[in-house]
């Protein structure tokens, strides 16, 4: 593995984390170091931290504030 990819590995402990629950992806990354850019598109995927999902999450709270409000009145 690249120094470079290394250092992007220990500055972003989700990826790093996710790299070793699933080592697979090490042969892929030692082959290319490039690789590591869509290993984090993988990883935001797996752990739900993409766009979308960040909004769905807010749209839940929102919608779980919004019933307490109305149990309230």
Same mark, same amino acid.
């Given at each position: #593995? @690249?120094?470079? @990819?290394q250092?992007?590995l !220990?500055? =972003?402990? =989700?990826?790093k984390?996710? *790299?070793?629950e =699933?080592?697979?992806?090490?042969?892929?990354l030692n082959? !290319?170091?490039n690789?590591i850019?869509e290993?984090?598109?993988? #990883?935001?995927e797996k752990?739900k931290q993409?766009?979308?999902?960040? *909004? !769905?999450k807010f749209?839940?709270?929102?919608?779980?504030? !919004?019933t307490f409000?109305?149990? *309230? =009145?």
């Open positions: #593995m @690249s120094i470079e @990819s250092f992007y !220990n500055k =972003n402990p =989700n990826l984390r996710f *790299l070793h =699933n080592p697979k992806y090490y042969k892929y082959r !290319n170091p690789f850019f290993l984090e598109k993988i #990883m935001k752990y993409t766009l979308p999902d960040k *909004l !769905n749209k839940d709270k929102l919608d779980m504030l !919004n409000i109305d149990i *309230l =009145n």
